[in-house]
């Protein structure tokens, strides 16, 4: 019974919490995430971080501005083709996610994206990088998976990486689909905390099963 009361008292101190956030960094937000999410691979996203930069300055108790800050950099990075620029691009995600790390360190939004961003760099160079940051990525995935189990960004991440690992090493294409098929079947049922929070990944998850 004490357990269970303990439990009401967080979900109302929660539930407060979100009504009591200023209407107007709401809307702000909400606008911008939208933006961001809805972008089409190769647009850069610049803009949209300096935006979400200045909300993170302004409200600095919140860690969802500098984690969409550090995805756009992310996304970014991907449409790179450049290595430097790519390892230049991922260092400013780093900063906006260590940032997002000292507001907010038990949410599994930020071990899958600690874990994307070690597959970014690892994709640099593949061949020198695989063994550092396909551990760190892996890692923040079981961290992420601790959590939430059922959050389907961390299955399009595994699949992801193992459908790009070449088969002799364990990967392919083949191996990869029942984790393409896991991530379509969470995303069903999949819904983001808030307007504010992620909620990408499932366009991905199609696309990439189309090609099979």
């Given amino acids: 019974m004490k357990k269970f009361l303990m439990s009401i008292v967080v979900l109302i101190v929660a539930a407060n919490a979100i009504f009591a956030q200023n209407p107007n ?4 937000m909400e606008s911008l995430v939208s933006e961001i999410q809805n972008s089409q691979f190769g647009v850069p996203l610049q ?3 300096n935006k979400m930069e200045r909300i993170a300055s302004a409200e600095k108790t919140e860690w969802l501005p500098n984690y969409w ?3 756009c950099y992310l996304m970014d990075s991907y449409a790179e083709t450049d290595g430097g620029k790519k390892d230049l691009l991922l260092d400013k995600a780093d900063q906006f996610l260590s940032i997002a790390d000292k507001i907010n360190v038990k949410e599994e939004e930020l071990e899958i994206l600690r ?7 690892m994709s640099v160079s593949p061949q020198d ?3 550092k940051y396909g ?3 892996a890692k923040a995935l079981g961290q992420a998976k601790s959590m939430n189990a059922e959050n389907p960004r961390i299955a399009l991440l595994e699949a992801q990486g193992i459908f790009y690992t070449p088969e002799a090493f364990g990967g392919g294409k083949d191996k990869a689909k029942g984790v393409f098929d896991k991530a379509i079947s969470q995303f069903s049922a999949f819904k983001a905390k808030s307007s504010l929070h992620p909620n ?8 990439m099963l189309s090609q099979y």
Wanted: charged share 15%; proline share 0%; glycine share 4%.
């Fill in 47 to 49: 803009a949209q971080a």
């Fill in 115 to 121: 874990a994307n961003l070690a597959s970014a760099r």
């Fill in 129 to 131: 990088r695989w063994q």
């Fill in 69 to 71: 800050v550090a995805y």
């Fill in 25 to 28: 960094y709401v809307k702000a």
């Fill in 200 to 207: 990408w990944g499932e366009n991905t998850t199609k696309y």
């Fill in 135 to 137: 551990q760190l990525s």
